[in-house]
């Protein structure tokens, strides 16, 4: 869990690195960081053995923003005893920040 919030904002990290290089835009999906070198590799989650932030990722312009979770229900036994449903967190998105609990 701690390491699936920090993929999170390792990836934040890489989101804003790449628009510092881009006129502020962010990129359309996760793979042009690998690709441009912003990340080595799409980071796993833990508890999901697998990248549970790819396909949840969207980016957005006027204004810029990005947002992405851990996407399912991978953390279920963290977030008991939290109101509302576990499903999708941790979230980020580029104007909240680490939305970490429902
Ligand atoms: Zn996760």
Not at 23 to 29: E, H, L, M, S
């Amino acid at each position: 869990m701690t390491a699936c919030k920090s993929n999170c904002k390792n990836i934040a990290t890489a989101l804003e690195i790449y628009a510092s290089d881009n006129k502020g835009r962010y990129c359309r999906n996760l793979s042009v960081l690998t690709q441009g070198n912003y990340l080595k590799t799409i980071p796993t989650c833990a508890s999901a053995g697998k990248d549970t932030y790819s396909d949840t990722f969207q980016m957005q312009v006027n204004p810029d923003n990005f947002t992405y979770c851990c996407g399912g229900n991978y953390h279920a036994k963290a977030y008991s005893g939290f109101n509302g449903k576990p499903d999708n967190f941790p979230q980020y998105s580029a104007g909240q920040g680490l939305v970490d609990h429902p």
